[in-house]
């Protein structure tokens, strides 16, 4: 990341994945590109951070993945959030509104 890109939170990473992935199947580079976008430029995730994230999802059973060609006819691995990882979104979504709530609370005192 450089300078003016925000570090994210441990765990945060998964969170952004499981719900990239609930719109379709998507390869690593699509993540990448998909969570730049997205963040306005504020985040950036290098490959170093985003496969040992997919392998540990995929170990979890929260994602699936299977070869096939990306849009420039490029061998790639597609991943694919899981029944599992649908419900785990849903827990770690919970959560994260939850830590949310309660750092608005702690900013906002005197």
Same mark, same amino acid.
Request: charged residues 20%; positive net charge; proline residues 2%.
């Given at each position: 990341?450089?300078?003016? @890109?925000?570090?994210? =939170?441990?765990?945060? =990473?998964? *969170?952004?994945?499981? @719900? *990239?992935?609930?719109?379709?199947?998507? %390869?690593?580079?699509?993540?990448?590109?998909?969570?730049?976008?997205?963040?306005?430029?504020?985040? #950036?995730? %290098?490959?170093? #951070? =985003?496969?040992?994230? =997919?392998?540990?999802? $995929?170990?979890?059973?929260?994602? #699936?993945? $299977?070869?096939?060609? #990306? $849009?420039?006819?490029?061998?790639? @691995?597609?991943?694919?959030?899981?029944?599992?990882?649908?419900?785990q979104l849903a827990a770690e979504r919970q959560t994260w509104e939850r830590f949310s709530t309660a750092l608005e609370?702690?900013?906002?005192?005197?």
């Open positions: 990341m450089g300078k003016n @890109k925000t570090d994210l =939170l441990a765990g945060t =990473l998964d *969170l952004i994945v499981l @719900k *990239l992935l609930q719109s379709g199947p998507a %390869n690593g580079w699509d993540i990448t590109q998909r969570i730049h976008v997205l963040s306005r430029d504020i985040l #950036s995730i %290098n490959y170093g #951070s =985003l496969y040992p994230a =997919l392998h540990r999802l $995929e170990a979890r059973g929260w994602i #699936s993945s $299977e070869w096939g060609a #990306s $849009e420039n006819n490029r061998r790639a @691995k597609f991943y694919t959030l899981t029944a599992a990882g649908r419900r609370l702690i900013l906002q005192t005197r």
